[in-house]
């Protein structure tokens, strides 16, 4: 079995700043895309960003410039640090991790932290 741990969430004002921590660990043999996502209350989750374990990254477009996210591959530990937040940033985010368990078994399962509160007040 594999878990993800996030820690970093809160409470911030407008325009500050938060950075989370995801910590994979268990049944690793490697980790291929990491990322992080988020819901806010009565939407869908939804992607914020996400890294290869090549150093691949990607936005969805309104967190470009705003937010960054990084890997810490030795680590099995992901990053997002958020800048300039807003109102809107508010969302319980999720970490998100794509483990191959097994060195003899090209599988990657899926798995996903418990969640971490962000929140934003104006």
């Known amino acids: 079995q594999v878990q993800l741990v996030e820690s970093g969430g809160g409470l911030v004002q407008a325009g500050g700043s938060l950075r989370l921590s995801c910590a994979a660990s268990g049944s690793i043999f490697s980790i291929n895309t990491m990322g992080w996502y988020r819901q806010a209350p009565g939407k869908q989750r939804e992607l914020v960003a996400s890294?290869?374990?090549?150093?691949?990254?990607n936005y969805a477009d309104s967190m470009k410039g705003r937010f960054t996210i990084s890997r810490d591959n030795a680590k099995n530990t992901v990053y997002l640090q958020m800048n300039s937040l807003k109102p809107e940033d508010t969302a319980v985010y999720y970490c998100?991790?794509?483990?191959?368990?097994?060195?003899?078994?090209?599988?990657?399962?899926?798995?996903w932290g418990q969640g971490t509160q962000v929140t934003v007040s104006s």
């Open positions: 998100n991790a794509a483990v191959r368990s097994s060195r003899f078994v090209y599988i990657y399962d899926d798995y």
């Open positions: 890294i290869t374990n090549g150093g691949s990254t």
